[in-house]
């Protein structure tokens, strides 16, 4: 079995932004499209404390209706076809039910199957802390794939835990930030997948046709 997988939740497989700026937007004094989110800390944007920023997100429950993004499903059934585990790691620890309310909704959208983990971060850590922990589970030293949408996250993972792509998901509120390794579209993280895949095998697999299968491309 390869090293686990590690995958970033909201605004990287789901979807959040888009019900998140209806949410923020309501009574705000200054109303923003999510592709003006110029910063990761959108508290601070709408001129909300933190705790009042999670608590419209609690309160609104839109995590519980968020849709997948264009490709997660395709990501998910060639991690499956690698047999290489997946593990969401998301810092949802602001919410109560964060992690049940995370494995229904995988459910609903029939990817439960998919996911070994689910690993919420603790309020007020950083996501890199908890990379030891996803390591620890599987008993390996390494983790295959890192993808995320933050910056630092994706940073930090990559200067002090040894996982063999980190990735960063371009979002309008990383995209001043030069960090080559990054990919735009979820179809090209699958390709950066198997590639990494390849890499740590040392040997070619079966799945080099597994991108024009899914998405009708060919893999570069």
């Known amino acids: ?20 700026a209806e949410v923020l937007n309501k009574n705000a004094t200054t109303r923003y499209h999510p592709k003006d989110w110029k910063e990761f800390n959108l508290a601070k944007l709408y001129s909300l404390s933190d705790e009042a920023f999670f608590e419209r997100i609690v ?24 047999r290489a585990p997946v593990v969401i790691l998301t810092s949802r620890g602001y919410h109560p039910r964060a992690e049940a309310l995370t494995w229904k909704w995988a459910a609903q959208k ?4 998919s996911i070994s983990e689910v690993v919420i ?5 950083k996501k890199s802390a908890c990379v030891p922990q996803v ?15 933050h910056i630092d996250n994706v940073k930090e993972v990559n200067e002090h835990y040894n996982v063999y792509c980190p990735l960063l998901m371009r979002r309008p509120w990383n995209a001043n930030h030069r960090y080559p ?24 697999t079966d799945h080099k046709n597994i991108v024009d ?5 060919r893999s570069t």
Not at 64 to 75: F, I, P
Not at 121 to 125: D, E, M, S
Not at 137 to 144: E, H, K, N, R, S
Request: net charge negative.
């Open 1 to 20: 079995m390869p090293p686990p997988v590690i995958l970033d939740l909201d605004d990287t497989l789901a979807n959040l932004c888009t019900p998140l």
């Open 59 to 82: 309160q609104s429950k839109i995590l519980e209706t968020l849709e997948l993004e264009e490709g997660a499903q395709d990501l998910l059934a060639v991690c499956s076809r690698l």
């Open 110 to 113: 029939g990817i439960a199957n």
């Open 121 to 125: 971060v603790p309020k007020g850590q």
């Open 135 to 149: 390591l620890e589970m599987f008993g390996v030293d390494y983790a295959l794939f890192f993808l995320d949408d």
């Open 181 to 204: 390794n990054n990919v735009t579209h979820l179809w090209q993280a699958t390709t950066r997948l198997i590639a990494a895949y390849e890499g740590i095998t040392q040997r070619p």
């Open 213 to 217: 299968a899914y998405f009708g491309r």
